[in-house]
């Protein structure tokens, strides 16, 4: 059973990593809203934020982190969290690139740890969660697999529709190319690069060192009932143990255990030729003062005990196409970027959403697009309405199911769709229908709510007018407008979302029977 525990925390950080990194690249719609909450339910700084704004029991999952953190210690960095995983990764390939085992025994680095999460507490009491974004590891993970991972695999899938169909197979469809920006895509590169080289040459280094969640779970973790131990009465000092602890936390002289950075890997428990190491609990230290050795199958029924409760715990345009010939010269664009729906507003929003980038992935129509400075520096990576891109579909609530933070609230359809994000603003002087004298209407063919009509202009035109009352921000306005360099109509955000008016439904005019009945 001691030599299992490494092999049954492997396959639970493995399934754990692979449900998350299903969320983030399922490009079919195939993983349900649902199943994507239960996923996330144990991820422990987006759960602590959407606990602090909800306060309901979906978001009490980092509360059963805590407490399996009281009962073994970080067991959450070695099994749950993905970035952990991901680290584990790196360093595998480091031990079989390098022929070495891990390095020996490293400094705390407690300066630069706790002051990293001090940062990060102070920062969101502020309403800012820029630090929470650039070290959450959840989130980073997110980020990576979103903006490295998601298009490869698109590209993958497209590759394969492509080849099956010179062979006349159909069975699978081409998508449409996921493109993130250069930010987002530098952004992840560089969490990557680092991640990669912390753990090719240290391990669980950015654990200990840099993750905010990491320090707290070390605090937690000093009052934990089972902590690993080294039989002291029996060691005989080889140092394997040591040189193959990712986390560097191991003693050999001093045969201790820096437990608040164990991250439970089980390599020691693995590697010893004696089964010296175990489980220690309160009353095997108090025996231990009172000089009384500790049985050897007394230690292996609190390894077994403790393992098995570990692994246990554990959209396409519509309409005519219409072509702009003139430049358009009035600056048009918001002046504040516009917030998902669901999100109530710029505040709430900045100061909740740690950019993990799950609503970015689930986001049929790919409006929701990760920011560079459109919310300001401390918004860097968190999504927003890019109507440039896409429009947010009328009836598609998936971003409002999916946000582990509570960042973007759960809503019904009926109340999304009279949510008014922003509002739509028309520039005459950009519009085709004025400087070219032609016949457009795009906006109004693509507004849902007909909060943009078409009135008539000079020479038997029609031009827009909006009503704003009616306008719910969606953006299929701004994204069908064939004006360029500027739009003749875009999104004006609203700092706090509106409400907006009930679109008004036009009487349905049923056909009057004729006066005589014709048998053709």
């Known amino acids: 059973m001691v030599k299992s525990l490494k092999r049954g925390r492997v396959a639970v950080s493995l399934v754990f990593f692979g449900l998350t990194a299903l969320l983030f690249l399922d490009f079919s719609g195939f993983v349900p809203p649902a199943f994507m909450t239960g996923v996330t339910y144990l991820q ?171 320090a707290v779970l070390g605090l937690m973790s000093r009052f934990a009932l089972f902590k690993v131990a080294i039989n002291q009465g029996d060691c005989k000092g080889c140092g394997l143990c040591e040189r193959v602890c990712k986390a560097g936390c191991i003693d050999r002289k001093a045969m201790t255990v820096d437990f608040d950075r164990c991250v439970g890997c089980f390599n020691c428990f693995e590697i010893c030729p004696r089964d010296d190491m175990f489980f220690r609990t309160p009353w095997h230290k108090r025996r231990e003062r009172g000089g009384e050795n500790v049985s050897r199958g007394r230690r292996r029924f609190v390894q077994q005990a403790a393992g098995s409760l570990m692994v246990l715990g554990v959209v396409p345009g519509v309409g005519k196409k219409i072509v702009s010939t003139k430049a358009t010269t009035v600056p048009t664009g918001s002046a504040l970027a516009v917030s998902p729906p669901g999100s109530r507003g710029l505040d709430h929003f900045t100061a909740t959403c740690t950019a993990c980038h799950l609503c970015v992935s689930v986001c049929p129509a790919r409006v929701l697009q990760p920011s560079f400075l459109e919310y300001g520096i401390g918004g860097i990576f968190q999504p927003r309405m890019a109507y440039d891109v896409a429009y947010c579909n009328y009836d598609c609530t998936l971003c409002l199911q999916v946000c582990p933070s509570g960042a973007i609230l759960p809503m019904e359809q009926e109340e999304k769709k009279l949510t008014q994000l922003g509002v739509a603003k028309f520039v005459k002087d950009n519009c085709i229908v004025n400087t070219e004298g032609t016949d457009c209407g795009a906006c109004s063919e693509h507004c849902p709510t007909k909060a943009v009509s078409m009135v008539p202009f000079k020479n038997k035109l029609v031009i827009p007018e909006v009503r704003s009352d009616f306008c719910v921000g ?27 008016k009930k679109p008004e439904q036009k009487p349905v005019i049923q056909p009057t029977a004729p006066a005589e009945d014709f048998p053709f």
Request: aromatic share 10%.
């Open 474 to 500: 969606c953006g299929a306005c701004e994204h069908a407008c064939p004006t360029r360099p500027f739009r003749a109509i875009f999104v004006e955000s609203n700092r706090v979302h509106a409400r907006a």
């Open 44 to 214: 422990f700084l987006p759960s602590l934020l959407k606990f602090v704004n909800l306060a309901c029991l979906a978001a009490t999952g980092f509360i059963a982190v805590l407490l399996l953190t009281l009962l073994f210690g970080r067991v959450y960095c070695s099994t749950i969290c993905p970035l952990g995983t991901l680290q584990d990764f790196f360093t595998y390939l480091s031990r079989k690139i390098r022929r070495k085992q891990y390095q020996r025994r490293q400094s705390r680095h407690d300066r630069v740890r706790y002051g990293l999460l001090a940062l990060t507490i102070v920062a969101c009491a502020a309403g800012s969660t820029m630090a929470a974004t650039l070290l959450d590891p959840f989130s980073n993970t997110g980020r990576i697999l979103a903006s490295l991972g998601r298009p490869l695999v698109i590209g993958a899938n497209n590759v394969l529709a492509f080849a099956l169909q010179l062979l006349h197979i159909y069975t699978v469809n081409p998508v449409e190319q996921y493109r993130p920006g250069w930010f987002a895509i530098a952004g992840a590169l560089l969490i990557l690069g680092v991640v990669a080289g912390f753990s090719f040459t240290r391990g669980r280094l950015w654990c200990n060192t840099i993750c905010p969640v990491g």
